[in-house]
């Protein structure tokens, strides 16, 4: 899973703001869900094919009491409609961020897509910074591309 410093870091990037949407494609443990929500006050939904995953977000959401502005959908990233974010979040491999640009395309312009540590195969990022995670000790690449996204 992404580091959790990485995570406050890419919501920093992506100029998440209480009024953005949110939404974090294979969500995990909902962790960048939950910060979006705990840290900024903006709706915020994770996409999960992984039911445990799915099952123990929800418990997490619970937990920090976050339901009015978080939640978690059993659904496949590569058919969800993104169209209501305002920020896409990812930590995903090449192959499947390429498979997502059609989707991605389709966001409103001024929308923010950030990727923990992959490239989005031949589009030219915004912005690309480099980290180290006190929390891991290990460095780490965040990319941001607004939509409309440039082709390499």
Known sequence: PTPNDVVARMLELAGVTKQSVVMDLGSGDGRIVIAAAR??????LGCEIDQ???DLSRAAIAREK????????HADIFTRDLSGADVVTVFLYPHLMERLIPQLGRLKPGSRVVSHQFDLPGIKPDQVI?????????????L???TPLKKE
């Open 39 to 44: 840290i900024y006050g903006c709706q915020a």
């Open 130 to 142: 480099a980290m180290v995670s006190p929390e891991t000790g290990d460095t780490h690449r965040i």
């Open 66 to 73: 976050l339901e009015s502005l978080a939640r978690i959908e």
């Open 52 to 54: 445990h995953l799915v």
């Open 144 to 146: 941001r591309w607004t």
